[in-house]
């Protein structure tokens, strides 16, 4: 089966920088998504990590471990846009289907 | 840019009754998914559909449910006889199929249902 844990909420101050943990165990693994969700609206695509690494793109960046089963997404110069669910994310033995973690709901403080 | 669109953006159905979900992916995609997410709760996989059949589905999506792609535009999901526990937020999703790991699923603005 699979299993994806985040923390539930977090708090951070705009301008600053958060990193957001998740940890997966899966039967397969294809590759690790990060997702941002505004409330009532549908997820939005932010990042696909595969291969280990740091994966940058602009504000977010995404690490992956896969020896670990271990990710994180990092948002540096936070604004209050940015408040909002993350949501970790893998692919296991099937690439077709997302299998969603429950998100860890950020809030940005001014 | 392309979307994938979505209607009605809100369904109230009476428990028993069945409903039709409606999805319009985009159109040079082959893949189309439905997920579902309960209020406060996870987003979660139902059913991935590809050259005209199911390709996953998950042990949510048993018997009252069923997905079919009526024309060349539209994608649908319907249940059979609602329960209380269908209300939920359902997501249609599609992807280009491009056949690697990586295949981007776009969303849907979603269908919200409410099972009275």
């Given at each position: 089966g699979?299993?994806?844990?985040?923390?539930?909420e977090m708090?951070?101050?705009?301008?600053?920088?958060?990193?957001i943990n998740c940890t997966y165990q899966t039967s397969g693994f294809n590759g690790l998504f990060w997702y941002q969700q505004h409330a009532g609206e549908?997820?939005?695509?932010?990042?696909?990590?595969?291969?280990?690494?740091?994966?940058?793109?602009?504000?977010f960046s995404s690490f992956l471990s896969r020896s670990k089963g271990y990710s994180?997404?990092?948002?540096?110069?936070?604004q209050m846009k940015d408040s909002a669910s993350y949501l970790c994310a893998v692919t296991g033995s099937s690439?077709?289907?997302?299998?969603?973690?429950?998100?860890t709901r950020l809030s940005i403080r001014p | 840019e392309p979307e994938v669109t979505q209607t009605p953006s809100h369904q109230v159905t009476q428990m028993g009754q069945e409903v039709i979900l409606r999805c319009v992916p985009i159109s040079n995609h082959l893949y189309f998914y439905w997920y579902r997410q309960i209020l406060g709760q996870k987003v979660e996989f139902l059913v991935?559909?590809?050259?005209?059949e199911i390709s996953e589905k998950s042990e949510i999506f048993d018997d009252q449910f069923s997905v079919e792609?009526?024309?060349?535009?539209?994608?649908?999901?319907?249940?059979?006889?609602?329960k209380l526990e269908d209300s939920a937020m359902y997501f249609c999703a599609s992807s280009l199929g491009t056949g690697g790991l990586f295949d981007e699923q776009y969303f849907g603005p979603g269908t919200r249902l409410t099972v009275t």
């Open positions: 699979q299993n994806i844990d985040q923390p539930t708090t951070a101050t705009e301008g600053a920088i958060v990193q549908a997820p939005t695509f932010l990042s696909y990590n595969v291969l280990d690494g740091l994966e940058e793109k602009g504000r994180y997404l990092l948002l540096k110069e936070l690439a077709s289907k997302i299998i969603f973690g429950s998100g | 991935s559909f590809y050259n005209n792609r009526p024309d060349g535009s539209n994608f649908t999901l319907k249940i059979r006889s609602t």
